[in-house]
Nanobody, 130 residues
């Protein structure tokens, strides 16, 4: 059974850091790109970051470039999202899912066709507030 479980969220002050984890089961990280998405209250779910399954290429939405880092540990079948210099606008529920890596530098990571297999996890809440 394909499943992803997110964890690591919490409440931090602006400028703080958190590391999110996405433990995958039922599939290998060698088979699918895995992305992080977030949804703030009243807003649509947006793509934040993604890592490709073969060569480890990474994608970041402009608003998190230089602050967030995605990585994977294939021995643990886990994808991480290190979030530094957090801002109040980063407040959202964060989800991971199998997805399609953007085909070009002009393409954004979207929820279309996501997840490619399995379903969305329950997410993990990130709150950035002073």
């Amino acid at each position: 059974q394909v499943r992803v479980v997110e964890s690591g969220g919490g409440s931090v002050q602006p400028g703080g850091s958190l590391r999110l984890s996405c433990v995958a089961s039922g599939f290998s990280l060698d088979w699918y790109a895995v992305g992080w998405f977030r949804q703030a209250p009243g807003k649509e779910r947006e793509g934040v970051s993604c890592i490709s399954p073969d060569d480890g290429r990474t994608y970041y939405v402009d608003s998190v470039k230089g602050r967030f880092t995605i990585s994977s540990d294939k021995s643990k079948n886990t994808v991480y999202l290190q979030m530094n210099k957090l801002k109040p606008e980063d407040t959202a529920v964060y989800y991971c899912a199998t997805t399609r890596f953007p085909a070009s530098t002009a393409e954004r990571l979207t929820v279309a066709g996501t997840p490619r297999v399995g379903s969305w996890g329950e997410g993990t809440q990130v709150t950035v507030s002073s």
